[in-house]
């Protein structure tokens, strides 16, 4: 039989890199405009500078149920408006998978939410590991002022399926208000 | 539909615990005399000091495909003659299902075979993501002069299996010799 070979991969958390880095992301502001409220800043400030919003190093591995998927995602300090620099968020395309993030660095909060609109929302911080159950779509936000920096890992063949997350976001929001991180309600729901 | 609801565990380095500490496995050396090459040295220091050779947090999940199992492992530094401290090693029940060590502190082996004994030695070190591919038996050794503390992530039903390990034990060993960690043959196969 010929076996799948093991192997490692890196962090390298100072020069926030991974090595080998797989299959790099890069997620531009002027590819993430839509996830924004205000989206009108998003598309000026990705017209001028257009900062990187995240970075996702994928290890390569097989899509396939036995084998298990990993990443270290970079989500960097800002905001567009009062809202904080996030991810796209996704559903798994096979909803019934789960993920699991352990945080190496920074601050965040993981936004989550069901089919059925029901939400959920996680602290991230040096130590914390977040289980995200089958069935929840999930989104991080750094909330503090260095990269939030975290390690992924989910089933082999579970996928991304975007659907109602980017037609109207997640039902809660994480904004910054007089200085505050809070949580509000998404006008779109 | 009841979905699961997703929640944080905290790692707490420097104590070296998980919070909450899920379903904590503690193995002493009693519990392990027949891992170790020299059985009759092994078993003189289990009817003594008996120390714990290692300990494992594991979160608790519910046992199915869609859910990941994880957990914080911690072994302890130290030899049995000339044999590291080392886990009791396994299969998974479902033998087509992967593993990955991230790991956090301290310095290890990672030994795995396949069951037509192919054999693989992985380094472990602070920040090393190690991919453990389906079928591919595990066993991590400390060669260390710290605790060696990782975080393991697998699929909720992959399960155990000790089977040939714990009859011959894995292919290779990891020893100690004039002061040098060494990579040899068991005897056993």
Redesign the interface.
Known sequence: ?D???????????EKMKLDPEGKLIIRRLSDVVDIFQDKKTAKEISLKENPIIYKVYN?Q?PEE????Q?CISIVFPGRIGNEYYMTKGHFHK?K?????Y?TLKGRGK?V?Q???Q?S?V??MKE??????????AHRTVNIGDEPLIF?G????DAGHNYGIIEKKEFVKLIVERNGQINVIDNPNY
Chains 1, 2 share one sequence.
Not at 3 to 13: A, G, W
Not at 65 to 68: A, F, R, S
Not at 96 to 100: L, M, Y
Request: hydrophobic share 40%; aromatic share 18%; net charge negative.
């Open positions: 039989m076996y799948f070979e093991p192997f490692n991969s890196y962090i390298e958390l290890v591995i149920n036995g084998h298990l990993h096979i019934g998978t789960s993920e699991i352990l993981l989550m069901t089919p059925d029901k959920k996680l602290e130590g914390s590991i977040s289980y995200i159950p089958p069935y929840w390690f890992v989910y089933r082999g």
